[in-house]
T-cell receptor, first 112, second 114 residues
Framework: TQLLEQSPQFLSIQEGENLTVYCNSS?????LQWYRQEPGEGPVLLVT?????EVKKLKRLTFQFGDARKDSSLHITAAQPGDTGLYLC????????????FGKGTLLTVNP | DTGVSQDPRHKITKRGQNVTFRCDPI?????LYWYRQTLGQGPEFLTY????????KSRLLSDRFSAERPKGSFSTLEIQRTEQGDSAMYLC????????????FGPGTRLTVT
């Protein structure tokens, strides 16, 4: 059972365009993390959101955690080729171990 | 801070052989996790250590898999009698005490079983 659904699965855009990717679940998470992964490498942590309704910005990236802490979005403004990669969302469902449940990811390609 | 390191980065083995992977977490991170990632999928949780204690194991971790973290620092993941279905990227992550549980991943070990 896939607890976290990411959409779209694939996205190919031109440099300079804006985009939004989504991460949805029917489960409540105590925290949600976004990662970017390049081929053959481990995921790199971009942001952690904890509070419902929280918005965090990282340069051209804006992350939002849903009010009910079941969903999240990542918006990229003026995408650049260096943004190309697999974007993964991962939720921790509380308890003491914080193990993460990952979505399948959104594979983003930004063409020059 | 040198980040999480994993060794080896790549391993090719024949079916039936045993393999062992090593993970060195970020120093002072007391939590250590192992995940497995196959093509087109996100990482899947395998097991979790807090200090030297293994506190949770996924049902994905069959009897052929064993993980240790003997001194609460580095960890090893051993797969015995490898099968072709074990081919995957094995990822290690560590997390500091307290906080919301953000995890920092290593570069992974790519296992290919022929």
């Amino acid at each position: 059972t896939q607890l976290l659904e990411q959409s779209p699965q694939f996205l190919s855009i031109q440099e300079g365009e804006n985009l939004t990717v989504y991460c949805n679940s029917s489960s409540v998470f105590s925290s949600l993390q976004w990662y970017r992964q390049e081929p053959g490498e481990g995921p790199v942590l971009l942001v952690t959101v904890v509070t419902g309704g929280e918005v965090k910005k990282l340069k051209r990236l804006t992350f939002q955690f849903g009010d009910a802490r079941k969903d999240s979005s990542l918006h990229i403004t003026a995408a650049q080729p260096g943004d190309t990669g697999l974007y993964l969302c991962a939720g921790a469902r509380g308890g003491s171990n914080y193990k993460l449940t990952f979505g399948k990811g959104t594979l983003l390609t930004v063409n020059p | 801070d040198t980040g999480v390191s994993q060794d080896p980065r790549h391993k090719i083995t024949k079916r039936g052989q045993n393999v062992t992977f090593r993970c060195d977490p970020i120093s002072e991170h007391n939590r250590l996790y192992w995940y497995r990632q196959t093509l087109g999928q996100g990482p899947e949780f395998l097991t979790y250590f807090q200090n030297e204690a293994q506190l949770e194991k996924s049902r994905l971790l069959s009897d052929r898999f064993s993980a240790e973290r003997p001194k609460g620092s580095f960890s090893t993941l051993e797969i015995q009698r490898t099968e072709q279905g074990d081919s995957a990227m094995y990822l290690c992550a560590s997390s500091p005490p307290g906080g919301p549980g953000e995890q920092y991943f290593g570069p992974g070990t790519r296992l290919t079983v022929t």
